[in-house]
């Protein structure tokens, strides 16, 4: 094993050859060495009592599940490019480059700001938020 490899001497197959056979071996390596540490985990978090007896892979799917992303709302462009009009920005994050380009050339951002009554059209929060004229 301490054979020492010339690799400037090696083809180009030889040594994918032996990428590939590097590849293989660490990744059963760490396959195993991660099954013994999840066993460690589960016998330490036993003796704390804070898992149930049951498969340690069942409880690392369990804790998987319940961590679910909380859903935030939708939000609505504000602005759109008016020699484009799929092209819309909610006024949040980094702004589009259509609109920075524009802002440099002189335009102020309330030319592009989307006008109420085509917001009400995509916005179903704005139809409810507002009373109804009558």
Known sequence: MSKKLNLDA??????????????????????SEKCELEKRLARLLREKGEMPQSDPVDWKLKKDASGKR????????????????????????????????????????????????????????QQWARPAAE
């Open 10 to 31: 090696m083809s180009i197959d030889e040594m994918w050859q032996l990428h590939e056979e590097i590849i293989r071996v660490l990744s059963v390596r760490l396959t």
């Open 70 to 125: 909380r859903k935030y709302p939708k939000v609505f462009p504000k602005y759109r490019n008016p020699d484009d009009s799929s092209e819309t920005w909610s006024g949040r994050g980094k702004k589009p480059r259509w609109l920075t380009a524009a802002l440099k050339a002189g335009h102020t951002i309330e030319e592009f700001v989307i006008s109420n009554l085509e917001g009400n059209k995509n916005n179903p929060r």
